[in-house]
């Protein structure tokens, strides 16, 4: 089995930033395609960030791009999002997930087969 866990959310300000780490253990980390999503409550978990298995190329949905940054580091089998200028509609629990690695970087959470148990992020005005 493979066990995805997530640290570094908390209570900030908006304008504040935050660094979320996702340590992986029992798989091929380097050849699993990695993502960032969030669910605010009653609301559906959104497409936050994913990363291929080499780093070498990167997506965002414009809610987040120009803002949040996510990066690997293979060896470490750990993935990060470095979330700058956080506002309050950032609030929400960040989860993350793992997929086997083919060309695609995918948006939807049904193409994950892992999951992290989630962290809260939760900004303040």
């Known amino acids: 089995q493979v066990q995805l866990v997530e640290s570094g959310g908390g209570l900030v300000q908006a304008g504040d930033s935050l660094r979320l780490s996702c340590a992986a253990s029992?798989?091929?980390?380097?050849?699993?395609?990695m993502g960032w999503f969030r669910q605010a409550p009653g609301k559906e978990r959104d497409f936050v960030a994913a990363?291929?298995?080499?780093?070498?190329?990167?997506y965002y949905p414009d809610s987040v791009k120009g803002r949040f940054t996510i990066s690997r580091d293979n060896a470490k089998n750990a993935v990060y999002l470095q979330m700058n200028s956080l506002k309050p509609d950032d609030t929400a629990v960040y989860y993350c997930a793992a997929r086997p690695a083919d060309f695609l970087l995918a948006t939807i959470p049904g193409a994950y087969e892992y999951w992290g148990q989630g962290t809260q992020v939760t900004v303040s005005s």
């Open positions: 990363i291929s298995p080499n780093g070498g190329n990167t």
């Open positions: 029992g798989r091929t980390f380097s050849r699993a395609s």
